[in-house]
């Protein structure tokens, strides 16, 4: 009872607003990376691309390509490291130069100081050795374990694998009447894969026997067709 008390205003001061900064959701704040790193990306790309990665689950990753202006998205991957690796791989496989990391999981990469964000150039993507499996990059573990995959430098005949950063896709062909058509032969079914329904673009030719030759970016068979 406050009654003798003789109050003629309200005992409990009025709450106080909050002054602490409300924290920017997971979507914005790649958003704002995403303008920062990629410029040339227009308002609506940047916010589709920061709500797909939001939505996206497991473990996952978000890399672009600042001077060809792009973005690139890994995810359901088995742990973090993996899929920071697999996304800038990937990433500079397809635009055909290193990226820039933006965010891994929850969490965001802080933006440079001086504005000027590292590219990361990943040894995988511009490996022009033998066929080894442990080379080809962004593949997930288990399909570097494929029996066509592990078996490649064994196959017998006339052989080569195609390529497509997307997922880490490998498709391999042994065995053909001709280089060249194993060759068209490994362009073709990556190309046609229904797994890919034919998403970003064509697929590259990764091997040629056992010379991978990823680094050149050939969209067509290398070896010319048998003289008549």
Not at 58 to 68: G, I
Not at 167 to 183: D, P
Not at 208 to 223: H, N
């Amino acid at each position: 009872m406050v009654l003798p008390s003789r109050l003629s205003a309200p005992l409990t001061p009025p709450a106080t607003q909050s002054t602490a900064p409300v924290s920017s959701s997971l979507r914005e704040t790649l958003s704002a990376r995403l303008a920062a790193a990629v410029p040339n990306l227009t308002e609506k790309v940047r916010e589709e691309r920061a709500r797909e990665y939001e939505a996206a689950r497991d473990h996952k990753a978000q890399s672009a390509s600042p001077e060809t202006p792009g973005t690139w998205r890994t995810a359901t991957r088995p742990n973090a490291g993996d899929t920071e690796t697999a996304s800038l791989e990937q990433c500079q496989v397809f635009f055909g130069k290193p990226c820039v990391l933006l965010a891994v999981d929850e969490a965001v990469q802080p933006a440079p100081a001086n504005g000027d964000w590292p590219r990361r150039d990943m040894a995988r993507a511009r490996y022009a050795g033998n066929f080894d499996p442990e080379q080809i990059p962004g593949l997930r573990p288990v399909v570097r374990e494929r029996a066509d995959i592990a078996n490649y430098r064994s196959a017998p005949g006339s052989k080569a694998a195609a390529y497509h950063p997307g997922g880490g896709r490998v498709f391999v062909v042994s065995g053909a009447a001709t280089q060249r058509a194993a060759e068209e032969e490994a362009l073709k079914s990556c190309n046609v894969a229904p797994t890919r329904n034919a998403a970003d673009g064509s697929c590259f030719l990764y091997a040629v026997g056992d010379q991978v030759v990823l680094p050149r970016r050939l969209k067509e068979p290398l070896t010319h067709e048998p003289a008549r």
